[in-house]
């Protein structure tokens, strides 16, 4: 066996056994903690949402942790299995060449692993959202949603895919700067797309119609110096019982959406200090800094792609006996998971830094106890666990404990 491909088999074997005690913890702490609501929700999380939360924490985790089985083991098949060889081989006998042989090489797998997981992902949305009541998504809804996808990957998926593996084959040393541009390019026009285009094909939205609700937020833009083209409400109901806000687009095509499911639940006040958290990351840059680390990150990985392209003992050792530019990207997209797996602690930890720094803005803006409020209330509904495993959530959460946060948030009501 190559020293590689030894190496590499533990580092995966070991991502997944890792991967699976951190959901076992997760589990563990949810289970231990179902029959009492920790004391500082205890007068705002009644015993059974509290229980229900733990439960759909316990049903979560033992589906995440069939799924990390199901990629490892789809990884061995692809590569050391000869699932990608043999994909190859078909389509090379078909007499394709170029990018469109990379193109029917890469769609083939990508349907093979998205087939392969598809069960997995409709016990999630008929099974368990569907138990712990948060789906109201039908077939037929479900099926729209699915060709739209599926549609919109070919249109806008598909040509930069072949771009890329044109500029592979035929930009020389650098292609990676190039497809990088076009990767970046893409990325940032999508952006700014995505609110005017792309969402009003699976949701509707509509204009804030509660003028006392709409005169507030105004009033929080104009005292946070943020201009949008609009605050829109969005029917999630359509599709789950949970709710969100967020904001959306950058430069003249920012909006704010509001969840309809989140106007239900929340009061005006309320409603005002989450939408002054999520202008707090406006305003503290945490919007732009993520999307400069993303592309930095992008070129950083293009390079390093580039590079591995050109060795022949990276293919050999994942079961590619003949090189070329589409298996160099398709291994690379199945190798790096594993990899960044390890790195997963410090992207979560920045991300709860900068909701830290959001709360604390928003405390600025708005007010301290009604953003407490309103995240109790969202905890409650979305069924958030509030006793999370300390070393789960430094792992994975991009946000910080429900019991950290909240404590937090009321100090800052509390009298010096």
Same mark, same amino acid.
């Given at each position: 066996?190559?020293?590689?491909?030894?190496?590499?088999?533990?580092?995966?074997?070991?991502?997944?056994?890792?991967?699976?005690?951190?959901?076992?913890?997760?589990?563990?702490?949810?289970?231990?903690?179902?029959?009492?609501?920790?004391?500082?929700?205890?007068?705002?999380?009644?015993?059974?949402?509290?229980?229900?939360?733990?439960?759909?924490?316990?049903?979560?985790?033992?589906?995440?942790?069939?799924?990390?089985?199901?990629?490892?083991?789809?990884?061995?098949?692809?590569?050391?299995?000869?699932?990608?060889?043999?994909?190859?081989?078909?389509?090379?006998?078909?007499?394709?060449?170029?990018?469109?042989?990379?193109?029917?090489?890469?769609?083939?797998?990508?349907?093979?692993?998205?087939?392969?997981?598809?069960?997995?992902?409709?016990?999630?949305?008929?099974?368990?959202?569907?138990?712990?009541?948060?789906?109201?998504?039908?077939?037929?809804?479900?099926?729209?949603?699915? &060709?739209?996808?599926?549609?919109?990957?070919?249109?806008?998926? &598909?040509?930069?895919?072949?771009?890329?593996?044109?500029?592979?084959?035929?930009?020389?040393?650098?292609?990676?700067?190039?497809?990088?541009?076009?990767?970046?390019?893409?990325?940032?026009?999508?952006?700014?797309?995505?609110?005017?285009?792309?969402?009003?094909?699976?949701?509707?939205?509509?204009?804030?119609?509660?003028?006392?609700?709409? %005169?507030?937020?105004?009033?929080?833009?104009?005292?946070?110096?943020?201009?949008?083209?609009?605050?829109?409400?969005?029917?999630?109901?359509? #599709?789950?019982?949970?709710?969100?806000?967020?904001?959306?687009?950058?430069?003249?095509?920012?909006?704010?959406?509001?969840?309809?499911?989140?106007?239900?639940?929340?009061?005006?006040? %309320?409603? %005002?200090?989450?939408?002054?958290?999520?202008?707090?990351?406006?305003?503290?840059?945490?919007?732009?800094? #993520?999307?400069?680390?993303?592309?930095?990150?992008?070129?950083?990985?293009?390079?390093?792609?580039?590079?591995?392209?050109?060795?022949?003992?990276?293919?050999?050792?994942?079961?590619?006996?003949?090189?070329?530019?589409?298996?160099?990207?398709?291994?690379?997209?199945?190798?790096?998971?594993?990899?960044?797996?390890?790195?997963?602690?410090?992207?979560?930890?920045?991300?709860?830094?900068? %909701?830290?720094?959001?709360?604390?803005?928003?405390?600025?803006?708005?007010?301290?106890?009604?953003?407490?409020?309103?995240?109790?209330?969202?905890?409650?509904?979305?069924?958030?666990?509030?006793?999370?495993?300390?070393?789960?959530?430094?792992?994975?959460?991009?946000?910080?404990?429900?019991?950290?946060?909240?404590? #937090?948030?009321?100090?800052?009501?509390?009298?010096?």
């Amino acid at each position: 066996m190559h020293l590689l491909t030894a190496s590499f088999a533990l580092l995966l074997l070991l991502a997944l056994a890792c991967r699976i005690w951190l959901l076992s913890r997760q589990s563990a702490s949810a289970r231990a903690a179902r029959d009492r609501v920790p004391d500082a929700f205890r007068d705002a999380v009644p015993p059974d949402a509290h229980r229900k939360a733990s439960d759909y924490t316990i049903a979560n985790a033992k589906l995440a942790s069939g799924e990390a089985i199901l990629d490892t083991a789809l990884f061995a098949l692809l590569t050391w299995g000869g699932g990608l060889a043999w994909l190859d081989a078909f389509w090379r006998g078909r007499g394709l060449e170029g990018v469109a042989l990379g193109l029917a090489v890469i769609v083939s797998a990508w349907m093979v692993t998205a087939l392969a997981g598809w069960p997995l992902s409709l016990y999630r949305l008929f099974g368990i959202e569907t138990r712990f009541g948060f789906n109201r998504m039908g077939w037929r809804l479900y099926l729209a949603d699915l &060709l739209k996808s599926l549609a919109l990957m070919t249109v806008l998926g &598909l040509p930069l895919l072949a771009l890329i593996l044109w500029l592979m084959q035929s930009a020389g040393r650098y292609w990676w700067w190039y497809a990088w541009l076009a990767w970046a390019g893409f990325s940032v026009t999508l952006t700014w797309a995505y609110p005017a285009f792309i969402a009003p094909l699976f949701n509707r939205f509509q204009p804030l119609g509660d003028a006392s609700l709409r %005169e507030r937020i105004e009033s929080l833009l104009t005292r946070c110096g943020f201009s949008s083209r609009g605050i829109y409400v969005m029917d999630g109901s359509r #599709r789950s019982a949970h709710g969100n806000a967020y904001f959306t687009g950058f430069g003249a095509s920012k909006r704010i959406v509001l969840f309809d499911t989140l106007i239900a639940r929340l009061s005006p006040e %309320e409603i %005002e200090a989450v939408v002054a958290h999520e202008l707090g990351h406006f305003r503290l840059h945490h919007v732009r800094w #993520r999307l400069v680390l993303t592309l930095a990150l992008g070129l950083g990985g293009l390079y390093v792609l580039g590079w591995l392209s050109t060795q022949p003992t990276f293919y050999a050792a994942f079961g590619v006996a003949t090189p070329s530019p589409h298996m160099a990207l398709l291994l690379f997209v199945l190798v790096l998971p594993v990899l960044t797996f390890w790195l997963s602690p410090l992207g979560a930890a920045w991300s709860r830094r900068h %909701e830290f720094a959001a709360d604390r803005y928003a405390t600025r803006q708005a007010n301290a106890g009604q953003l407490a409020s309103a995240l109790v209330k969202l905890y409650r509904e979305n069924a958030t666990t509030l006793a999370p495993d300390a070393i789960y959530s430094a792992f994975f959460d991009s946000h910080p404990p429900a019991p950290v946060r909240i404590a #937090r948030l009321r100090a800052a009501v509390e009298p010096a």
